[in-house]
């Protein structure tokens, strides 16, 4: 035999040399590798999990700016229904012009109140509308007075309401505001 230790490295890399060069058949190496990592001898290197945890990362940052944004809507809803003040409902009715479709107006309109100290939350209501008469779904028929949004907002009297109901870009192009005053339950 040789004097070669076949422990150690060196020795191993000098029996390997003197083996004859063969063309390894395709793919024989990728079913190796596949096998390998199926039975668990082997592991994937870490270059190839860096794309998936980036993406992960990038979900949880998405996820959590989504509940963020969700818990921020819902904190300006429930201020805007807990507040200690009087509320009103101001329902707003098509009239002969479109009131309702500038809705960035109605936007600013809401922000200036909340900067004033006003909780307001509203919404932009669907043209169709569903009647339900002893516990009967209809679909109910458009009328030219159709409910077409509604806000709540807080006011310390009712003058202030109205004078905010008046304020609304709804009441000032043609639109009709009815006010109502929310009797807490």
């Given at each position: ?51 998936r ?28 229904t ?6 009103y ?12 479709e ?84």
């Amino acid at each position: 035999m040789n004097d070669e230790n076949p422990d150690s490295l060196d020795g191993l890399a000098q029996g390997f040399a003197r083996l004859p060069n063969v063309d390894v058949p395709p793919g024989l190496e990728h079913r190796i590798l596949h096998s390998l990592l199926h039975a668990g001898v082997l592991r994937r290197t870490p270059h190839r999990i860096w794309p998936r945890l980036v993406g992960l990362g990038a979900a949880l940052v998405l996820f959590g700016a989504g509940l963020s944004v969700g818990a921020q809507f819902a904190r300006s809803r429930h201020a805007a229904t807990t507040t200690r003040e009087p509320q009103y409902l101001l329902l707003l009715y098509n009239g002969t012009g479109p009131q309702l479709e500038d809705v960035a107006a109605h936007r600013r309109w809401a922000s200036d109140l909340a900067a004033h100290g006003h909780a307001i939350y509203g919404e932009r209501l669907d043209a169709f509308a569903t009647r339900i008469e002893h516990g009967v779904p209809t679909a109910a028929q458009p009328v030219d007075t159709l409910l077409g949004g509604f806000f709540v907002v807080s006011a310390p009297s009712a003058s202030v309401a109205e004078t905010i109901a008046a304020s609304s870009p709804h009441a000032r192009h043609g639109g009709r505001v009815v006010m109502y005053r929310i009797r807490p339950t």
